[in-house]
C-alpha cells in the first residue's frame, strides 16, 4: 500500500486488550507508511500507552491483527519487534548517566573484539557511535562524554540516534517533547524532521500537547477511554478543534451541564 508517503510500515487493526475487568483498548486501529509521522494524542488513561506497548511487543492483544511490511505478525515479544525493525524510545529514555554516550549507545548491544575472549571493542563503538550521530545531524563532538552531563534535549537525542542506528524501520516516540523548553524541543522536532526526509522510517508518536504535535506530524489520531474518536491529517486539523472534541465528551459524561 502506498500514498503521498512510502509503502505502509504498520498497520493494527480491532486492537482489544483486557486488564482483568477492565478493557484499555476496544476495537482501536492505527497506519502508518514510510517517511510518515503519525501523532497519537490523549489524556491520561486514553489508552495510548496501552496500543504503544502492544506494538514493541510488550503486551500482547487479546484481539486484533497487527502487519509489518504488509505482512501478519504477531509480536510475541520486544525481540520479536526489534527484529521486525520497531523500536521505541521511551519517556525515561533508558539512558545510564554514568555511563559514556557510547556506551549507551551500545547499550545490551555491545560490540566485541574478535578472538576467544569477550572483550569490548571500545574503538569500534565509538567510531560507529560517533558516525550514527554525525549521520542525523545531532552534533556532539565528543562520545565519551558522561550522558548525565547532557541537556534533556541531548539526551533525547541520544536515545533516538541508539534506536535509528539499530536499523529501525518503525519509531515509536513516548512523549519526546515532555517537560523541554522551546529551545530543546525545537532541537527535537528539527531532528524528527531530518528523520521524517529520508522517507524510510515510519514514525509514531504518543503525545499530550496539540500544538506541538500537529507542528511537527502529518496525522493525528485522538483517543478517549480506549477509542479512537478523532482522526485528521494535521493540516485540517487545530489545537482548538481537537480541544473541542475533549470538551465536548467530558460534558456528555458529566450530563451535558457544560461545568
Known amino acids: 500500500m502506498t500514498g503521498m508517503h512510502g509503502t505502509e510500515a ?46 514493541t511487543g510488550y503486551h500482547q492483544p487479546d484481539q486484533g491483527t497487527i ?41 545490551n548491544r555491545e560490540l ?6 569477550r572483550l569490548l571493542d571500545h574503538r569500534a563503538m565509538r567510531t560507529r557511535a560517533a558516525d550514527a ?15 548525565g552531563r547532557l541537556s534533556g534535549g541531548q539526551r533525547q537525542a541520544i536515545a533516538v540516534a541508539r534506536a535509528v542506528q ?3 524501520k518503525i519509531l515509536l516516540l513516548d512523549e519526546p517533547l515532555a517537560a523541554m523548553g522551546a529551545r530543546e524541543a525545537g532541537l527535537i522536532i528539527d531532528l524528527i524532521e531530518r528523520l521524517k526526509a529520508r522517507g524510510t522510517i515510519a514514525i509514531v508518536m504518543i503525545a499530550h500537547n496539540y500544538a506541538q504535535t500537529l507542528e511537527v506530524c502529518d496525522r493525528v489520531m ?20 481537537l480541544l473541542e472534541i475533549v470538551r465536548r465528551e467530558y460534558r456528555e ?3 451535558g451541564n457544560g461545568r
Not at 483486557?18 to 486501529?29: D, H, Q
Open 10 to 55: 504498520l498497520r493494527a487493526e480491532g486492537i482489544i486488550k483486557r486488564f482483568g475487568s477492565v478493557e484499555a483498548l476496544s476495537g482501536v486501529g492505527m497506519h502508518v507508511a514510510a517517511g510518515e509521522m503519525l501523532g497519537i494524542l490523549g489524556d491520561n488513561g486514553a489508552g495510548k500507552s496501552t496500543l504503544l506497548k502492544i506494538l
Open 67 to 107: 502487519t509489518v511490511g504488509g505482512q501478519p505478525q504477531i509480536l510475541s515479544s520486544v525481540d520479536r519487534a526489534r527484529a521486525l525493525g520497531i523500536e521505541c524510545v521511551y519517556q525515561d529514555l533508558a539512558l545510564i548517566n554514568a555511563l559514556s554516550i557510547y556506551h549507551n549507545m551500545f547499550l
Open 112 to 117: 566485541l573484539k574478535p578472538g576467544p575472549f
Open 133 to 147: 550521530l554525525a549521520d542525523i545531524g545531532v552534533n556532539i563532538p565528543n562520545v565519551d562524554l558522561e550522558v
Open 166 to 168: 539499530s536499523d529501525a
Open 222 to 241: 485522538l483517543m478517549q477511554h480506549g477509542t479512537v474518536t478523532y482522526e485528521s491529517r494535521a493540516a485540517e486539523t487545530s489545537p482548538a478543534e
Open 253 to 255: 459524561m458529566r450530563g
